[in-house]
C-alpha cells in the first residue's frame, strides 16, 4: 500500500513531441505528489508538485495531472527539448508531517534531436 | 542557492569494514533524511531524523545502520559491517517542515562500492 507504481520504464520522444509518464498509488493518506528529475550523477532534484485538491498544475513545460477518483497522476513535458532528458521519478508523501518520500521506480526519458 | 553537500563522492571499501558518510544539509533545515539507490533501482528511504533523534526508519535501517550530527552543521552514515550488497548511491535530504511545501533537498550521493 506504500508503492507508488510508475510506467513507462523508459522512453524515446521526438525533440518537439509532448512526453507522458504515469503514475498510480494506493495509500489515501498521500496527500502531496512531487516529481523529481534525475541527471547522471546527481541527486533527485525536485521539479513540480501537486497536491490532491487540484486537478492540474502548470509549470511552464511541465504538467501534472491529478485523478484523485482513480489515485492517478502524470507528468507532461511539452515540447520535449534534448536538456530533458534524463529520469524522472514520480514519489509520494504524507504531506501533514515531514515524513520519508516513497518514490516510483522512474521513468527514463531520451529526447531524440 | 543552498544546497546539500555530501562527501566523499565515491568511497570504496571492503566487506565487513566500516564506513562513514558524511553530509552537510541546509543550514536552517531541521530534518535529515537518508535514502539509497542502488544502481538502476529506484530511491529508497533510509531514515528521517529530528531534534537529534531517529524520527523514522524503514526495514533496510537495521543494527548495522546508525545516524548522528555529531555537531551543528553535519549529519553522518555510519554502517559499521558493509555487505556487498550495501553497494548503492546514498543520498543525504534536509527539509524545514516551517517553510511551504517542506519540501527535501538531495545532495549528489556517495557511491559506495563494497568490495
Known amino acids: 500500500q506504500q508503492q507508488v507504481k510508475q510506467s513507462p520504464q523508459s522512453l524515446i520522444v521526438q525533440k518537439g513531441g509532448i512526453s507522458i509518464i504515469n503514475c498510480a498509488y494506493e495509500?489515501?493518506?498521500?496527500?502531496?505528489f512531487p516529481w523529481y528529475q534525475q541527471f547522471p550523477g546527481k541527486g533527485p532534484a525536485l521539479l513540480i508538485a501537486?497536491?490532491?485538491?487540484?486537478s492540474e498544475k502548470k509549470e511552464g513545460r511541465f504538467t501534472i495531472s491529478f485523478n484523485k477518483s482513480a489515485k492517478q497522476f502524470s507528468l507532461h513535458i511539452m515540447d520535449s527539448q534534448p536538456g530533458d532528458s534524463a529520469t524522472y521519478f514520480c514519489?509520494?508523501?504524507?504531506?501533514?508531517?515531514?515524513?520519508?518520500?516513497?518514490f516510483g521506480s522512474g521513468t527514463r526519458l531520451s529526447i531524440r534531436p | 542557492e543552498p544546497e546539500v553537500t555530501q562527501t566523499p563522492s565515491h568511497q570504496v571499501t571492503q566487506m565487513g569494514q566500516e564506513v562513514i558518510l558524511r553530509c552537510v544539509p541546509i543550514?536552517?533545515?531541521?530534518?535529515f533524511y537518508w535514502y539509497r539507490q542502488i544502481l538502476g533501482q529506484k530511491v529508497e528511504f533510509l531514515v528521517s531524523?529530528?531534534?537529534?533523534?531517529?524520527?523514522?526508519k524503514s526495514e533496510i535501517f537495521d543494527d548495522q545502520f546508525s545516524v548522528e550530527r555529531p555537531d551543528g552543521s553535519n549529519f553522518t552514515l555510519k554502517i559499521r559491517s558493509t555487505k556487498l550488497e550495501d553497494s548503492a548511491m546514498y543520498f543525504c535530504?534536509?527539509?524545514?517542515?516551517?517553510?511551504?511545501?517542506?519540501?527535501?533537498?538531495f545532495g549528489a550521493g556517495t557511491r559506495l562500492s563494497v568490495l
Open positions: 514519489a509520494a508523501r504524507e504531506y501533514s508531517s515531514a515524513s520519508k518520500i516513497i
Open positions: 543550514s536552517n533545515h531541521l530534518y
Open positions: 495509500n489515501t493518506a498521500f496527500d502531496y
Open positions: 501537486i497536491r490532491p485538491d487540484v
Open positions: 531524523f529530528y531534534n537529534n533523534e531517529i524520527s523514522e
Open positions: 535530504a534536509s527539509s524545514d517542515p516551517q517553510l511551504a511545501k517542506n519540501i527535501q533537498y
